[in-house]
């Protein structure tokens, strides 16, 4: 999803948009660390346990040619949202925006697909096939499907639990560090930068012309990266300091409990009759 | 853009994940052995870097914003490989955390944008800037044609691999299971939109850095070339070398991959080009990366009906020789390079 290019809602205030964009992310993410902290039924899971299982639905929910099949793994992902209390309005907007930039995509599958004829819309004429109709609603179920583990993941695990967790799936130590100090940096950066707008908007009487607009977006970046260059010196300085030789350590606290016990033989069943209906 | 979950079969993941690990482990055995320590911070610092500015919204000449990956600035700043580390580590948070890009669709979000997007603008830049000084403005237009050809060429690697799915995964009715639109419908529905508005977002962005950074903090622009900091070097100018041998495998897999499609690729004829006329205007689709029908309308609609398997074909001409073009330009850098190291220490021989 995210399209590199579309018509701004709020056009007119690049800066305001901008600042609006960051902020969002911060909050999300924010917000999802809460949820992660909450008493539901996926909260209480090991990470590493949610992890394959996610990975394990996705690859059914992608595999089957069954719309049946993926239409239940879509209500899986319901019922553990509603188990594990997470909020309908922090899922909406995701559906809802998956929903129209899926659909649109999709949509003129419906009439351009061959294959025989369901429908035909009046006046227009355009034949509705039903092959295209499965395809679209596949499409669009799927990425649905996704979208919703993905953020059930998010929202249910700290985050620093679920770069941990990624090892199981073969990710390298070194890199899960990086993705860990990554994901704290663009935290900072998300911060700097909407301040570097802040300040700007601040100083903006009227509207600014497109090509200041660019010219704005163009040193912030600049001063950005800048900036990470000084960050990136010192945190390297920082871990010199601490003795940092080039290798790196996680804690592995992770330990599987009685919860994982009696999910995993049902995720395992779940996953497995998916697959099983979904080729045949 | 970002490919969800749904729109590839899970053996293209599986195969982008296949055609992208070459790519990492090269990039981080190389990272490893040259920069070693100094490129942990460096690699997170630039991944959290190139996420935050895939969020500014720029205005765009026409009255569109867009957003650029920032891709083609990690490859000319930092250099292919570690821009290939630095870039996948943004995706794959944008992924997890951020549910932009499907999970199963990481490695060929990755392969599309960390890999073709990376290196593309790494040759592009190259090219154009030449030996001019890192002061000059012959940068700035070469960093700005790197970051459009940089989108562009990811936006087209997209689009093939869209345009493949109804090519080989349908059910038994012959129904597309995955991305329904053939080639001759998704690539020229992906490229309008990128060939006409997000590669300038790229172009703006990438150009505009450069300058800045050429006032303001030219340090930053000799990373690639100098080595600061230390031992950046290293990994950069030995870029080709060490990993020639996995280019040659490549090239002579491009090169040869008409010969697979040729022979699948058969049913084409069918999908036709009247059914796109009657669908034009009346679309109110606005995004370039979403507005797939309105594009393809566009570009099907003079095309008279009696065009259509010649303009199938034809299409698919274009996409082969574009394939194989890219395989042969890497098999002729592949021989030029090693004839240049030839000559090159011919002549140290000659006059030590």
């Known amino acids: 999803m995210g399209g590199e290019a579309h018509h701004g809602k709020r056009r007119g205030n690049f800066i305001q948009r901008t600042i609006d964009a960051l902020s969002e992310t911060l909050e999300r993410s924010l917000y999802a660390e809460q949820l992660a ?27 089957s040619r069954n719309l049946t099949v993926v239409a239940g793994i879509a209500l899986v992902a319901l019922l553990l949202a509603i188990l594990s209390r997470i909020p309908f309005r922090s899922l909406s907007p995701v559906w809802i925006g998956m929903l ?78 990086i993705l860990g100090m990554t994901y704290r940096y663009i935290f900072l950066m998300l ?24 010219r704005l977006a163009s040193a912030t970046v600049g001063v950005l990266l800048s900036k990470s260059f000084q ?50 | 853009m970002h490919i969800p979950d749904g729109y590839l079969s899970p053996s293209t993941c599986v195969a982008m994940f296949a055609a992208s690990t070459p790519f990492w482990y090269v990039a981080s055995a190389r990272i490893k052995k040259t920069l070693s320590m100094r490129m942990v911070p460096l690699l997170s610092v630039f991944a959290a870097f190139s996420f935050i500015i895939m969020m500014f919204n720029l205005p765009l000449p026409g009255g569109t914003t867009g957003h650029a990956t920032g891709a083609a600035l990690a490859a000319i700043v930092l250099g292919p490989w570690a821009a290939v580390i630095s870039v996948s580590i943004a995706l794959i948070i944008q992924a997890v955390f951020f549910g932009d890009g499907g999970i199963l669709a990481i490695g060929a979000n990755c392969f599309t944008i960390a890999i073709v997007g990376v290196f593309v603008a790494h040759y592009a830049n190259r090219i154009v800037a030449g030996n001019s000084a890192v002061d000059s403005s012959r ?18 690697a997209t689009a093939v691999l869209f345009g493949i799915q109804p090519m080989y995964f349908t059910d038994s009715n012959g129904a597309p299971l995955y991305a329904p639109y053939p080639l001759d419908i998704a690539v020229p529905a992906m490229m309008i939109g990128h060939i006409g508005i997000a590669g300038f977002a790229e172009l703006i ?84 990366p979403t507005g ?57 021989q000659s006059n030590p």
């Not at chain 1, 902290?37 to 595999?63: H, I, N, W, Y």
């Not at chain 1, 802040?198 to 200041?212: C, F, H, M, N, W």
């Not at chain 2, 700035?140 to 940089?150: D, E, N, P, R, T």
């Open chain 1, 231 to 280: 960050l990136s010196n010192d945190v390297y300085m920082a871990m010199l300091s601490r003795g940092f030789r080039g290798e790196v350590y996680t804690l592995d606290e992770f330990r599987l409990g009685s919860n994982d016990i009696v999910a995993i033989p049902l995720i395992l069943i779940i996953i497995a009759s998916g697959i099983w209906y979904g080729l045949i």
């Open chain 1, 100 to 177: 129209v930039f899926s659909g649109l995509i999709a949509g003129p599958a419906i009439f351009l697909t061959p294959g025989p004829t369901l429908a035909t819309i009046p006046w227009l004429g355009w034949q509705v096939s039903s092959y295209g109709v499965r395809s679209a609603a596949l499409l669009i179920l799927r990425s649905e499907v996704s979208i919703t583990f993905s953020v059930l993941l998010v929202m249910t695990t700290p985050w620093i639990h679920v770069m941990k967790a990624m090892r199981v799936v073969g990710v390298p130590t070194t890199v899960v560090v």
């Open chain 2, 292 to 348: 797939l029908l309105q594009y393809a309308a566009i570009w099907q609609a003079p095309v008279p009906d009696y065009a259509v398997s010649f303009i199938s074909s034809e299409q698919l001409g274009y996409i082969l020789s574009g394939v194989m073009g890219v395989g042969l330009i890497i098999l002729t850098m592949l021989v030029s390079t090693y004839i240049a190291a030839r000559i090159t220490r011919r002549n140290e």
């Open chain 1, 191 to 214: 911060q700097s930068a909407s301040d570097m707008f802040e300040a700007r908007q601040s100083r903006v009487i009227g509207k600014l012309s497109d090509t200041d607009a660019r």
């Open chain 2, 139 to 156: 940068r700035v237009i070469a960093a700005g044609i790197a970051g459009y050809l940089s989108i562009n060429a990811a936006a087209f």
């Open chain 1, 37 to 63: 902290e909450g008493s539901g039924l996926l909260q209480r899971l090991d990470p590493r346990v949610k992890l394959l299982a996610m990975l394990g639905f996705l690859t059914c929910s992608a595999a």
């Open chain 2, 205 to 288: 962005v990438t150009a505009g850095v450069i300058a800045y950074l050429q006032k303001n903090d030219i340090s930053l622009l000799s990373i690639a070339q100098t080595g600061v900091p230390a031992g950046a070097h290293a990994a950069v100018a030995s870029g080709w070398q060490g990993a020639r041998r996995m280019w040659l495998v490549i090239a002579t897999l491009l090169v040869m991959t008409p010969l697979g499609l040729i022979a699948a690729g058969t049913a084409w004829g069918e999908w036709g080009a009247e059914e796109l006329v009657e669908l034009d205007g009346g679309q109110t689709i606005t995004a370039a």
